[in-house]
Nanobody, 121 residues
Framework: QVQLVESGGGLVQPGGSLRLSCAASGSIFSINAMGWYRQAPGKERELVAAITSGATTNYSGSVKGRFTISRDNSKNTVYLQMNSLKPEDTAVYYC???????????????WGQGTLVTVSS
């Protein structure tokens, strides 16, 4: 009922920047929160950044000061601006959305397909 399309991943040199995008569509009444998680090989998935409907943000300590999460409510889209990238940022990044569905008005957590970010010289 809800689909997420991620884009923006790729290869970047250390110190470079990338912007990830995640657009939600489908039977959406509203979106309560959106966030980005990442998973590196051999590690468990971790929260990178999240933003609520009230624009409250939360960041992992490892990305504070370097990454910025933002949203465009008119487009049901969340962005992750990543600056000063480090090799340790290399991972598959997943978008996560908590949406309220049309008709039932029940909340649903949806995951994107993931986009690979590789930071290497």
């Amino acid at each position: 009922q809800v689909q997420l399309v991620e884009s923006g991943g790729g290869l970047v040199q250390p110190g470079g920047s990338l912007r990830l995008s995640c657009a939600a569509s489908g039977s959406i009444f509203s979106i309560n929160a959106m966030g980005w998680y990442r998973q590196a090989p051999g590690k468990e998935r971790e929260l990178v950044a999240a933003i609520t409907s009230g624009a409250t943000t939360n960041y992992s300590g490892s990305v504070k000061g370097r990454f910025t999460i933002s949203r465009d409510n008119s487009k049901n889209t969340v962005y992750l601006q990543m600056n000063s990238l480090k090799p340790e940022d290399t991972a598959v990044y997943y978008c996560n959305v908590e949406a309220v569905l049309l008709w039932s008005y029940r909340s649903l957590e949806v995951w994107g397909q993931g986009t690979l970010v590789t930071v290497s010289s």
